[in-house]
Structures are given as structure tokens and as C-alpha cells.
T-cell receptor
Framework: GQSLEQPSEVTAVEGAIVQINCTYQ??????LSWYQQHDGGAPTFLSY????GLEETGRFSSFLSRSDSYGYLLLQELQMKDSASYFC??????????FGGGTRVLVKP | NAGVTQTPKFQVLKTGQSMTLQCAQD?????MSWYRQDPGMGLRLIHY???????DQGEVPNGYNVSRSTTEDFPLRLLSAAPSQTSVYFC?????????????FGSGTQLSVL
């Protein structure tokens, strides 16, 4: 069957590093996307990993290990504006994109 | 470019009423979809379309209808609203597919069914 797990909440201080882990079981898996959503806002795309390894986009990096069905999002040099929910979303053949319950990141001064 | 435009932003319905949530995109995207998001939860796919004239069911299609007569528009119809359909609805589009491409989301419609 399909399953998706990520932590529900993470708290960190400004300037810190946060890693959000995501484990999945997805038939026909293509790759793993990450989305950010601020309270009251719409999800916005952060990154996509189609191959194993690390993808870096500024302060954010995303990693994928297909053999372990595991990925993570790394948020570096945390800023107050990074307080948001982060969703991992495994994509599968047939236009299937599943969103997890999201990880709420709270950044404290 | 306006991107993905959803209307209305807020709507209150009585049980049994019907209504249509509008979604339009001006990016010539082939793929369009509707998600619902309930408090503290992720997004669940309702229906999607891979091009004009083609629609398919997602994870939670019951109680909703869609059509895709043009590339630009993908309306979502609630046939007979129920309190369980109280949610925030997001329309999203991408160039070709959802499985390995960036999704562009609309700003959402907050729907309350009394």
C-alpha cells in the first residue's frame, strides 16, 4: 500500500539548521517534491528530487535515497519567515502526487 | 501573467445547496487539479485533468464533479453540499504532469457548509 511519514512539528531558533525527514511507500515512484505553506496561504514549490542525492537551492537543500524510500529537506540559517508548514510529496506514475500531513516549523528569536 | 486564479475566496453554503468553484490558469498548462485541505492535514486530490476533454478521479472524488472544456478553465462543482465538505479548496496546475513537475497553486477558496 501507500504510506507517507514526516514529523508533525519542529521548533528551532533563528540561525539554526533543521532537517525534516520523509519516508514513503509509493507504487510507481518517480521522485520527491517539497512544498512550503505559510498559514493562510497556498502551497509553493520548493524542490524536486528525481535522482538520488542532494539538490541545493540557496538556504534549502533536499535529499533523496530511492533505495531507502527516504528523503529530507534541510533548512539552513533559519529565519523567522521560514516559520511555515513543509510537505513532502512523492510523485508516482499516472499523475499521482500524494501530500503528507506536513511538518510545522516554528522559528523562535 | 496572473498564474492560477480561483474564485470565490470565501463561500458559505447551506446543506443541500450546489455551487461551482472556478479555476483558471493563463500559463497554457495541460495538467490541472483540485485539492482539499482540512485543518492540520495535508492536501487530498479530488479530481484532475491532463488536458481539455479529459478528467479523472483522485483520492476523494465523491460529491464533486469537474469538466475541462478549455485548457484554461477547470471548474469544480459541488452537487449537494454537506458539512463534511467544509474545507479549503486549492486548484493547481503544471505543464504536463503532477508526478515530476512543479505545481502552481491558486490562492484557495475557504468553503463553509452549514
Amino acid at each position: 500500500g501507500q504510506s507517507l511519514e514526516q514529523p508533525s512539528e519542529v521548533t528551532a531558533v533563528e540561525g539554526a539548521i533543521v532537517q525534516i525527514n520523509c519516508t514513503y511507500q509509493t507504487s510507481g515512484f518517480y521522485g520527491l517534491s517539497w512544498y512550503q505553506q505559510h498559514d493562510g496561504g497556498a502551497p509553493t514549490f520548493l524542490s524536486y528530487n528525481g535522482l538520488d542525492g542532494l539538490e541545493e537551492t540557496g538556504r534549502f537543500s533536499s535529499f533523496l535515497s530511492r533505495s531507502d524510500s527516504y528523503g529530507y529537506l534541510l533548512l539552513q540559517e533559519l529565519q523567522m519567515k521560514d516559520s511555515a508548514s513543509y510537505f513532502c510529496a512523492p510523485g508516482a506514475a499516472g499523475n499521482k502526487l500524494t501530500f503528507g500531513g506536513g511538518t510545522r516549523v516554528l522559528v523562535k528569536p | 501573467n496572473a498564474g492560477v486564479t480561483q474564485t470565490p475566496k470565501f463561500q458559505v453554503l447551506k446543506t443541500g445547496q450546489s455551487m461551482t468553484l472556478q479555476c483558471a490558469q493563463d500559463m497554457n498548462h495541460e495538467y490541472m487539479s483540485w485539492y482539499r485541505q482540512d485543518p492540520g492535514m495535508g492536501l487530498r486530490l479530488i479530481h484532475y485533468s491532463v488536458g481539455a476533454g479529459i478528467t479523472d478521479q483522485g483520492e476523494v472524488p465523491n460529491g464533486y464533479n469537474v469538466s475541462r472544456s478549455t485548457t484554461e478553465d477547470f471548474p469544480l462543482r459541488l452537487l449537494s453540499a454537506a458539512p463534511s465538505q467544509t474545507s479549503v479548496y486549492f486548484c493547481a496546475s503544471s505543464y504536463h504532469t503532477a508526478d515530476n513537475e512543479k505545481l502552481f497553486f491558486g490562492s484557495g477558496t475557504q468553503l463553509s457548509v452549514l
